[in-house]
């Protein structure tokens, strides 16, 4: 399976390296699968004005395409005034109205505190939903009391991060079986 790992903001650190961690650790322990770390800070993007995805050019094109041709997509975001930030929100604009159909969708989320526990429930589901993708339902919630300089400093933390890529990949793997079966009724 290719597997996308997004780091949904161009500022702060923590986001950052949860979503290294999760990239390293799919490398290191499912590595039948491709992997590809999309940090946006490391990118030049153009915002979304409603053209076919195909039709951006540079880092814009290469991202939108990159996830198009995801089947598991692990979407890391910070949380910023009780927001995820504009440049994910960007991403998540470039890509049609069924550009996560088929495509198993999990999250990790950075906040400050524990009070931004539900921004990921009343703002990034509901866009996820919308570009039809399958969501694993429960996410990972990271506080900033859970790093320590650049690393993930709580073990439960690597633990919830580990089950999520699990979960994903057993999902991925129930939805392609699926969509095999359903394939077979057509006898063609």
Same mark, same amino acid.
């Given at each position: ?19 290294? +961690?999760?990239?390293? +650790? ?7 699968? /491709?992997?590809?770390? !999309? =940090? ?19 880092? $814009?094109?290469? *991202?939108? &395409? $990159? ?11 910070? *949380?910023? %005034? ?14 049609? $109205? ?6 198993? !969708? ?7 505190? %524990?009070?931004?526990?539900? *921004?990921? /429930?009343? &703002? ?12 694993? #339902?429960? +996410?990972?919630? *990271? #506080?900033?009391?859970?790093? %320590? ?12 991060? %580990?089950?999520?890529? =699990? ?5 991925? $793997?129930?939805? /392609?079986?699926?969509? #095999?079966? &359903?394939?077979? &009724? +057509?006898?063609?």
């Amino acid at each position: 399976m290719n597997i996308v790992v997004i780091a949904g903001s161009v500022a702060g650190s923590k986001t950052r390296t949860a979503a290294r +961690y999760t990239a390293d +650790y799919v490398k290191s322990h499912h590595a039948e699968h /491709e992997t590809t770390l !999309v =940090d946006l800070a490391e990118y030049s993007l153009e915002f979304s004005d409603g053209r076919n995805y195909l039709d951006y050019s540079g880092d $814009t094109g290469r *991202i939108a &395409q $990159t996830l198009m041709a995801a089947d598991i997509v692990l979407v890391g975001s910070p *949380i910023y %005034q009780a927001s995820i930030p504009g440049a994910l929100k960007n991403v998540f604009d470039l890509l049609p $109205t069924d550009g996560l159909r088929d495509k198993v !969708v999990g999250m990790f989320i950075t906040a400050g505190s %524990q009070r931004h526990n539900l *921004i990921p /429930e009343i &703002q990034l589901k509901p866009i996820l939903s919308y570009l039809k993708a399958h969501i694993v #339902e429960t +996410y990972v919630f *990271i #506080e900033d009391r859970d790093f %320590q300089g650049s690393e993930i400093a709580n073990d439960d933390v690597h633990f919830r991060l %580990q089950r999520l890529i =699990d979960d994903a990949l057993t999902l991925a $793997t129930v939805y /392609e079986r699926v969509r #095999e079966l &359903q394939d077979e &009724q +057509y006898g063609f």
